[in-house]
């Protein structure tokens, strides 16, 4: 199962994309330097001992949503290896903040909740080996009470593994466009569980040049009605992301390596075109999706980029 079909609040997840872009490089410089990400890090050290002593505490909203998900990428998302199969998940939990304060009791009940989401998402892997590639938090004000907030979590993880990074499909890739249908045309029944929005995703990984953690993590959707992804030279649609418009018999699109390589090819475009100044590229969603709309399915693939400040090696 895709754990990302757990999509809560997707209208507030876009509000918190543009909460986090103002808010989290509010907190903490983009541009780090040698010194500047050492001192980052000690920064989250010494947050890690203040929040667990005896002494209490509290921080700003802002500057606690920064400081917990440091922490959290810190302890757990280090980035030392290539992924198989990244998959997501998303929740929402309740951020005990008053008056745009949270002291040092609600953070722990708020990482506590967060690690206890990641190592259920490790058990239900069965695999020791799984590991944390992004922890995002974006704290947001519910809109159910004045003043009430709550925090979105997103994971990811993963295996390790060496699939190759941005190596083209092969003659054999006919992929269902979706709904962990499997391999497609000659190949029906092969491979349930994957489809062309899977195996799009693992094409797309990044290894990244060094050993390091992030920090400052923001996701940047990427639709196919992007009027910047319009494409009139693409030969299967009118963009550079999977989308067909068609009967209901078309749900069961079959996506050819061909297609699939052109979608390939255009991604280097969009994660650049999309990328936030003074952030790297992290990692990647594709999300299969469709909209009944009378006679006609749309069925369309859908982007969430995650970026972050590239913190360098954690020490530990």
């Known amino acids: 199962m895709k754990l990302y079909k757990y999509r809560l609040l997707t209208a507030i997840m876009a509000a918190?994309?543009?909460?986090?872009?103002?808010?989290?490089?509010?907190v903490d410089n983009n541009s780090q330097s040698p010194s500047?990400?050492?001192?980052?890090?000690?920064?989250?050290?010494?947050?890690?001992?203040?929040?667990?002593?005896?002494?209490?505490?509290?921080?700003?909203?802002?500057s606690a949503e920064w400081h917990l998900e440091g922490l959290l990428n810190y302890e757990q998302a280090n980035?030392?290896?290539?992924?198989?199969?990244?998959?997501?998940?998303?929740?929402t939990l309740t951020w005990p903040a008053s008056n745009g304060v949270i002291n040092y009791e609600g953070l722990q009940?708020?990482?506590?909740?967060?690690?206890?989401?990641?190592?259920?998402?490790?058990?239900?892997?069965?695999n020791p080996d799984y590991t944390f590639d992004v922890i995002d938090l974006q704290v947001i004000e519910t809109g159910l009470k004045s003043?009430?907030?709550?925090?979105?979590?997103?994971?990811?993880?993963?295996?390790?593994?060496?699939i190759p990074t941005y190596v083209g499909f092969g003659t054999d890739d006919y992929w269902y466009w979706g709904w962990d249908a499997g391999k497609c045309g000659d190949?029906?029944?092969?491979?349930?569980?994957?489809?062309?929005?899977?195996?799009?995703?693992?094409?797309?990984?990044?290894?990244?040049?060094?050993?390091?953690?992030?920090?400052?993590?923001?996701?940047?959707?990427?639709?196919p009605w992007n009027e910047n992804f319009q494409d009139d030279n693409n030969p299967y649609g009118n963009s550079m992301i999977f989308e067909n418009t068609g009967s209901p018999s078309g749900i069961v699109y079959c996506v050819s390596p061909e297609e699939l390589n052109y979608y390939l090819s255009k991604f280097d475009y969009i994660k650049n075109f999309l990328k936030p100044t003074g952030k790297t590229y992290k990692t990647v969603l594709v999300e299969d999706d469709f909209v009944p709309m009378g006679g006609n399915f749309p069925i369309f693939h859908r982007y969430k980029l995650f970026y972050g400040v590239n913190i360098g090696s954690n020490p530990n």
């Open 187 to 223: 190949f029906t029944g092969q491979y349930i569980g994957r489809d062309a929005s899977t195996e799009l995703q693992d094409h797309f990984t990044s290894v990244p040049f060094q050993h390091s953690y992030f920090i400052s993590i923001v996701e940047v959707p990427a639709e």
């Open 16 to 26: 918190a994309v543009i909460f986090a872009s103002c808010s989290k490089d509010g």
């Open 109 to 126: 009940q708020v990482y506590a909740s967060v690690n206890d989401l990641a190592q259920n998402m490790a058990l239900q892997s069965g």
């Open 147 to 162: 003043g009430e907030k709550s925090v979105v979590v997103t994971l990811s993880g993963g295996l390790l593994g060496t």
């Open 79 to 91: 980035n030392t290896h290539e992924f198989i199969q990244v998959e997501f998940l998303y929740d």
């Open 36 to 62: 500047e990400t050492n001192k980052t890090t000690q920064k989250l050290i010494s947050f890690r001992q203040d929040l667990f002593s005896k002494n209490g505490g509290s921080m700003t909203s802002d």
